[in-house]
């Protein structure tokens, strides 16, 4: 069947892939590679990068001879980081042993992000670990970024492997809070490190599905308001996942697949938009559902422990983008991004203008949102459930008259390619590192002018110029924000 045919395509084009990475290793005349999680004892580590490193390991995407080392402040064992990791691994019944396997290639070093004997001491421990001094090395900062710059400085210093063996940086967004310091730590990791080591992962690059626009999360901040209350929400989620995304979707055919073509015509996309004006903002907070029966929803943003009780921070805003060239000019993009609302959806919407002079008696044009007959729309839905459909407008079947209704080509993975199995983000970008390939990684420029759009208008916010209008946890967004999308022409069924 097709479906069988395409899970065997898959299939090969895994073992391909299978088989560069365990040649990766030795055409390159090292043998081994050491993947170092700084930030070991954190959120992410547990949540993410240690799963994605078994997920990998399990499935043979880690070449052969790899060790991992953990290494962060707290003086905590290898058992430790995997008992704190346990829930996310998903590990099953059959994979008992190839679990221990995995578990025994992992240390872990404890040390400070600032003297340099600590590094070497590391350093020393790495050589011994993987018994050779020219192994390649990955570096995962999974850490606050007030660290980055002594720790990348004194890996720079002090953990370079031996030649042949080449080294890698995966540095974690935030990447800095304005165009300044983004700028001021992209200097910094210049200094250190080639643009050619370094990583910046975002990791709505690594989904499946790559567009989006419109950002849900049925989450609060969850513990995490200490982090979020000095960001907030236009440089959590709109400065780099959704922006890199618009850029996706509005880009030229880049000249080929390869990562520096395809970075290029993100990058032209990005230079033709003007930064956003606060007219084009609608930004809110939220506050607790008294009448849940969910304690967590009950809880506003301000009763998050980290959060200053007077916090002005966003967590729900939409801006719209104008991108001034000659396809998109006059195209509103709006960009939504919320957290503590009703679901956890992230897609793209792109609604088609209608065409002048309906053909048919219930035909608005679109222009009228009482009207019957609804725009065409192409939806591609990143999560969850990954789907692309096109809703269109069809004859009513089996009726003798000529009434119509709204309906849709549904392209729906689940439906579609069963059983195939979607790699996770991190999983994608993880082995993109091991591979060396930076298609799906942020380069310098492109955050430079990401900033650049955005930094006007954080100011403005920071200066509390722009109202914060509170919205409840669990609610659809803010009307303010629906308001200002029609007003853009936006038609909501
Ligand atoms: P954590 O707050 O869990 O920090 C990671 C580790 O860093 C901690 O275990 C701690 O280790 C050390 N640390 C924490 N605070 C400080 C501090 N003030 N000074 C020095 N060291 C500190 O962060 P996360 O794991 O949540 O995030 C890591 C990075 O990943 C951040 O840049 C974050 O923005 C990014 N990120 C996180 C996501 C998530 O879901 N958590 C999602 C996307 C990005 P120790 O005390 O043992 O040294
Ligand atoms: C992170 C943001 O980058 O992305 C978080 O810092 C957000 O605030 C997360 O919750 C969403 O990622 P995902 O993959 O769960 O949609």
Redesign the pocket.
């Known amino acids: 069947t097709i479906v069988e045919s395409v899970i065997e395509k898959v299939d090969c084009i895994y073992e391909r892939l299978r088989d560069q990475v365990i040649r990766m290793g030795t055409s390159t005349g090292s043998e081994s590679h050491i993947f170092f999680v700084f ?10 990068i240690y799963p994605t490193l078994w997920w990998l390991y399990r499935d043979g995407f880690i070449p052969e001879g790899t060790h991992f080392i953990g290494y ?3 003086q ?1 064992t290898t058992e430790k980081i995997f008992e704190n990791a346990a829930k996310y691994m998903k590990v099953k019944d059959n994979e008992h042993d190839l679990y221990e396997k995995f578990v025994k290639l992992n240390s872990y070093v404890a040390g400070s ?1 600032d003297k340099d004997e600590d590094f070497k001491h590391l350093t020393n421990e790495a050589n011994q670990i993987s018994n050779q001094e020219s192994a390649h090395r990955l570096f995962y ?7 980055y710059g002594s720790v990348s400085e004194l890996i720079s210093k002090h953990c370079r492997p031996k030649s042949p063996g080449w080294m890698r940086l995966i540095v ?3 990447f800095g809070k304005d165009l300044e310091s983004s700028n001021k730590l992209s200097e910094h990791l210049n200094k250190f490190y080639t643009e050619e080591e370094i990583y910046r992962i975002d ?1 709505y690059l690594g989904k499946e599905m790559l567009l989006i626009l419109f950002f849900k999360e049925d989450i609060g901040t969850q513990g ?1 308001g200490g ?1 979020f209350d000095e960001f907030g929400i236009i440089r959590d989620v709109i400065q780099n996942h959704l922006m890199q995304i618009l850029s996706i979707v509005a880009m030229e055919k880049p000249r080929s697949t390869k990562g520096e073509d395809i970075r290029d015509e993100k990058v032209k996309v990005l230079r033709c938009i003007a930064p956003i004006k606060p007219e084009d903002v609608v930004i809110g907070q939220y506050t607790g559902d008294k009448n849940s029966k969910d304690p967590e929803r009950q809880q506003g943003y301000l009763d998050d422990k980290g959060v200053p009780k007077d916090s002005t921070t966003p967590t729900f805003a939409q801006v719209v983008i104008f991108i001034n060239n000659e396809r998109w000019a006059g195209v509103p993009f709006i960009l939504r991004a919320g957290k503590a609302l009703n679901e956890k959806k992230a897609e793209i919407r792109i609604q088609f203008r209608s065409t002048p002079g309906g053909m048919f008696d219930d035909d608005n044009h679109g222009s009228d949102p009482n009207g019957k007959l609804a725009r065409d729309e192409l939806v591609i839905r990143v999560q969850p459930n990954e789907a692309i459909y096109l809703k269109l407008n069809t004859k009513r079947p089996g009726e003798m008259g000529f009434s119509i209704e709204e309906t849709e080509l549904d392209l729906t993975y689940g439906n579609r390619y069963k059983g195939v199995k979607l790699p996770d983000a991190y999983e994608r970008l993880i082995l993109d590192v091991f591979m060396g390939s930076k298609i799906n990684f942020v380069r310098s420029d492109e955050l430079e002018q990401a900033w650049r759009i955005v930094d006007p208008i954080l100011e403005e916010i920071d200066k509390k110029k722009i109202p914060v209008i509170p919205y409840t946890f669990g609610s659809n967004g803010l009307n303010e924000a629906f308001d200002a999308a029609r007003k853009h022409g936006y038609i909501f069924r």
């Open positions: 930030g070991a004892s954190g959120d992410l580590a547990k949540k993410k962060a402040r707290s905590i992000y900062l999974a850490l606050p970024p007030s660290v974690e967004k935030p990791h995490r982090y």
